[in-house]
């Protein structure tokens, strides 16, 4: 079974910044993707930023050039850095992760951790 943290998450004013924080655990024999999924208040869950194993990122295009993925693969952990904070940046920020067990392939979701930008 592989669990999917998240940490970092709470409140901030416009402007600021705040570092999210996923970990995967569990029996692990590797981790392919790793990404970041925002879910705001009454509108579905979006993607944020996603990272593969190598290292290459891909960002939705409101989040280009304030947030920065990246990731510690001997950890199994990925980073969300989001620098000028927008109130419409508010929502819970999703992990999800792409792994390979014993038993195949499979994903999972974190828990959520809730940022909330105030103007």
């Known amino acids: 079974q592989v669990q999917v943290v998240e940490s970092g998450g709470g409140p901030v004013q416009a402007g600021g910044s705040l570092r999210l924080s996923c970990a995967a655990s569990?029996?692990?024999?590797?981790?392919?993707?790793m990404g970041w999924y925002r879910q705001a208040p009454g509108k579905q869950r979006e993607l944020v930023a996603f990272?593969?194993?190598?290292?290459?990122?891909v960002y939705a295009d409101s989040m280009k050039g304030r947030f920065t993925i990246s990731r510690d693969n001997a950890k199994n952990t990925v980073y969300l850095q989001m620098n000028s904070l927008k109130p419409e940046d508010t929502g819970v920020y999703y992990c999800h992760a792409d792994f390979h067990t014993w038993a195949g392939p499979g994903g999972s979701w974190g828990q959520g951790t809730q940022v909330t930008v105030s103007s």
């Open positions: 990272i593969t194993s190598g290292g290459s990122a």
């Open positions: 569990g029996s692990i024999s590797s981790i392919s993707g």
